[in-house]
T-cell receptor, first 114, second 114 residues
Framework: NAGVTQTPKFQVLKTGQSMTLQCAQD?????MYWYRQDPGMGLRLIYY???????DKGEVPNGYNVSRLNKREFSLRLESAAPSQTSVYFC?????????????FGPGTRLTVL | SQKIEQNSEALNIQEGKTATLTCNYT??????LQWYRQDPGRGPVFLLL?????KEKRKERLKVTFDTTLKQSLFHITASQPADSATYLC?????????????FGDGTTLTVKP
């Protein structure tokens, strides 16, 4: 099993450009998450999807949109990138909706916005 | 809103000693608290979960305690090894609603010197 995969691994954008970060899991998990991690600031939740067809905002949703394409895939879109969105983005998944479940993380996408 | 504080940005100890990391929270006591390990350039990996009605949880050389009176969890690594060097994150239910949303601390970076 590959677990949680993310593409691309690295990306450089210019201010105002758009892009989509892709995430897929092969563990048949119901819930998926997008986080950003800035140096020294830990992980902050952007959006999550408790189950296929549902999405909800996290702590820092502004400037982002998400799509839960099917049970396996959860994408994160930046419509107009800003330098403040320079960060490392992690996708995660859990078996169920309960917060009790451990989260499985992908390797991350390192995004720089110039 | 719930805030998490992890002790000091970095902890340096000698191989063979016990490392103790702290996770403090400010408001309500969560139903659970999780600990993750993160190596440089990689996503976090789940280590242990402790419920509010559990005082202590062990897994091999790892031990986690949970004190709801002090609003604190302690994470211990006994007989530490250089391979234990990493950043350790604690996480708990962001709104205590068991809705699958977690908030993470900023992490404590542990370095074990041979």
């Amino acid at each position: 099993n590959a677990g949680v995969t993310q593409t691309p691994k690295f990306q450089v954008l210019k201010t105002g450009q758009s892009m989509t970060l892709q995430c897929a899991q092969d563990m048949n998990h119901n819930s998926m998450y997008w986080y950003r991690q800035d140096p020294g600031m830990g992980l902050r939740l952007i959006y999550y999807s408790a189950s296929e067809g549902t999405t909800d905002k996290g702590e820092v949703p502004n400037g982002y949109n998400v799509s839960r394409l099917n049970k396996r895939e959860f994408s994160l879109r930046l419509e107009s990138a800003a330098p403040s969105q320079t960060s490392v983005y992690f996708c995660a998944s859990t078996r169920g909706r309960s917060s009790y479940n451990e989260q499985f993380f992908g390797p991350g996408t390192r995004l720089t916005v110039l | 809103s719930q805030k998490i504080e992890q002790n000091s940005e970095a902890l340096n100890i000698q191989e063979g000693k016990t490392a103790t990391l702290t996770c403090n929270y400010t408001n309500y006591s969560p139903a659970y608290l999780q600990w993750y390990r993160q190596d440089p350039g990689r996503g976090p990996v789940f280590l242990l979960l402790i419920r509010e009605n559990e005082k202590e949880k062990r897994k091999e050389r790892l031990k986690v305690t949970f004190d709801t009176t002090l609003k604190q969890s302690l994470f211990h690594i006994t007989a530490s090894q250089p391979a234990d060097s990493a950043t350790y994150l604690c996480a708990l239910d962001i709104e205590n609603t068991n809705a699958g949303k977690s908030t993470f601390g900023d992490g404590t970076t542990l370095t074990v010197k041979p």
